[in-house]
């Protein structure tokens, strides 16, 4: 493989329109672009040219009293409580982290005034450290069976992992507009993280979707960076906190629209150069000419390969009751990926600790092995 920084060599950046690193090409194609985890570089090149096993023989099943699926603030505070029961503990998760790396200021997690995101992963990843807990990165969960007494999760490659009580702890991802264009011009002028991709855009015009805590703090920061943000709503009313509206208020250069329902990404084959946007008062559409889009419309819960065997909300988000329990004994869940309220750093925190109590209690009664 050859690797080339774009700071030096800017004429490649430009010949190959890169607008998001790292940029990966394979023979001329590029097949990732963005901040990602090496483990999912690795499984995108495995979709691409497929793998081997280097042997024959069946894995071993791993066995654990406590499995946590997830390693964001939930499934790390899961894993931690569930240690200091002096139970054997795995973490599967494709990072420590999760995320909570793509936020990077934290000002609201109590007895911490500020920190970052990529700081506080690092910071959850040494708190792991600490105790007893095997870690399993970069994996990616492929089946589960989580009905009988022994519930078994097989991740990609093959490896499984069995244990009586299970947490999932599996957060969210980005959610996506999922209009004409969109998936066309991923890393190709539309982006998720404002923080990774931003600085490509330096004076040009962009747009972010979404006018919550996310959105209005993307657009403040791209205001610092490009000529022109415009911030589209699609509700009545922005969501975000007064004090970022006042701010994003007083930059010049954000403009802010509301009850604006984007309908399609528009580009020239090679990147975005607009997007078209609906009133939804007036039900006029209109062309908005932009090199660059940052969609910050919420999260929607990891929930996928659950669904066939625990009840999920309309939000597809896991139902637990008010002790983290599921519709299935032994099985729990914690944080963005459940039903519980309000997705914030210290409620996951408290949600995974709270999940690894109730399995513990319900070892202790004889509910699980």
Same mark, same amino acid.
């Given at each position: 493989?050859?690797?080339?920084?774009?700071?030096?060599?800017?004429?490649?950046?430009?010949?190959?329109?890169?607008?998001?690193?790292?940029?990966?090409?394979?023979?001329?194609?590029?097949?990732?672009?963005?901040?990602?985890?090496?483990?999912?570089?690795?499984?995108?090149?495995?979709?691409?040219?497929?793998?081997?096993?280097?042997?024959?023989?069946?894995?071993?099943?791993? %066995?654990?009293? @406590?499995? !946590?699926? #997830? $390693? *964001?603030?939930? +499934?790390?505070? &899961? /894993?931690?409580?569930? =240690?200091?029961?002096?139970?054997?503990?795995?973490?599967?998760?494709?990072?420590?982290?999760?995320?909570?790396?793509?936020?990077?200021?934290?000002?609201?997690?109590?007895?911490?005034?500020?920190?970052?995101?990529?700081?506080?992963?690092?910071?959850?990843?040494?708190?792991?450290?600490?105790?007893?807990?095997?870690?399993?990165?970069?994996?990616?969960?492929?089946?589960?069976?989580?009905?009988?007494?022994?519930?078994?999760?097989?991740?990609?490659?093959?490896?499984?992992?069995?244990?009586?009580?299970?947490?999932?702890?599996?957060?969210?991802?980005?959610?996506?507009?999922?209009?004409?264009?969109?998936?066309?011009?991923?890393?190709?002028?539309?982006?998720?993280?404002?923080?990774?991709?931003?600085?490509?855009?330096? %004076?040009?015009? @962009?747009? !972010?979707? #979404? $006018? *919550?805590?996310? +959105?209005?703090? &993307? /657009?403040?920061?791209? =205001?610092?960076?490009?000529?022109?943000?415009?911030?589209?709503?699609?509700?009545?009313?922005?969501?975000?906190?007064?004090?970022?509206?006042?701010?994003?208020?007083?930059?010049?250069?954000?403009?802010?629209?509301?009850?604006?329902?984007?309908?399609?990404?528009?580009?020239?084959?090679?990147?975005?150069?607009?997007?078209?946007?609906?009133?939804?008062?007036?039900?006029?559409?209109?062309?908005?000419?932009?090199?660059?889009?940052?969609?910050?419309?919420?999260?929607?819960?990891?929930?996928?390969?659950?669904?066939?065997?625990?009840?999920?909300?309309?939000?597809?988000?896991?139902?637990?009751?008010?002790?983290?329990?599921?519709?299935?004994?032994?099985?729990?869940?914690?944080?963005?990926?459940?039903?519980?309220?309000?997705?914030?750093? @210290?409620?996951?925190? #408290?949600? *995974?600790?709270?999940?690894?109590?109730? /399995?513990?209690?319900?070892?202790?009664?004889?509910?699980?092995?």
């Amino acid at each position: 493989h050859e690797m080339i920084d774009g700071a030096l060599f800017q004429a490649e950046v430009e010949a190959k329109h890169i607008q998001g690193v790292p940029a990966v090409f394979i023979d001329g194609e590029l097949v990732h672009s963005g901040k990602g985890e090496f483990g999912e570089l690795l499984q995108k090149l495995e979709d691409k040219f497929g793998s081997s096993t280097l042997s024959n023989e069946p894995q071993e099943e791993q %066995n654990y009293d @406590v499995i !946590v699926l #997830g $390693g *964001g603030p939930a +499934g790390s505070s &899961a /894993a931690i409580y569930s =240690a200091r029961k002096g139970l054997k503990v795995a973490i599967i998760a494709e990072s420590i982290g999760g995320q909570v790396k793509e936020t990077v200021g934290i000002e609201n997690l109590i007895s911490v005034p500020q920190t970052t995101g990529a700081k506080l992963a690092a910071d959850l990843k040494e708190h792991v450290r600490t105790y007893p807990i095997d870690v399993f990165e970069n994996r990616k969960i492929e089946t589960v069976s989580l009905k009988e007494a022994q519930k078994r999760i097989v991740v990609r490659g093959g490896e499984t992992f069995v244990a009586p009580a299970v947490i999932i702890a599996t957060g969210a991802s980005w959610r996506k507009l999922n209009v004409e264009g969109e998936s066309d011009y991923l890393g190709k002028g539309v982006h998720f993280c404002p923080h990774c991709d931003g600085p490509f855009y330096k %004076n040009k015009a @962009v747009a !972010v979707i #979404g $006018g *919550g805590n996310s +959105g209005i703090e &993307a /657009a403040i920061d791209l =205001a610092n960076i490009c000529s022109n943000v415009t911030v589209l709503e699609f509700a009545d009313t922005l969501r975000a906190d007064e004090v970022l509206q006042n701010k994003a208020a007083s930059m010049p250069n954000i403009q802010i629209f509301k009850s604006s329902q984007t309908t399609q990404v528009i580009g020239n084959g090679t990147k975005v150069t607009a997007l078209k946007v609906k009133d939804r008062v007036t039900n006029e559409e209109r062309k908005i000419a932009l090199d660059g889009v940052f969609v910050q419309i919420g999260l929607s819960a990891n929930s996928a390969p659950f669904a066939e065997e625990l009840t999920l909300t309309n939000a597809r988000e896991i139902v637990i009751d008010a002790h983290c329990r599921t519709s299935i004994p032994g099985v729990y869940a914690a944080g963005d990926v459940s039903s519980v309220p309000y997705k914030q750093i @210290v409620i996951a925190m #408290g949600e *995974g600790a709270k999940a690894s109590l109730s /399995a513990f209690e319900d070892k202790m009664r004889g509910v699980i092995g």
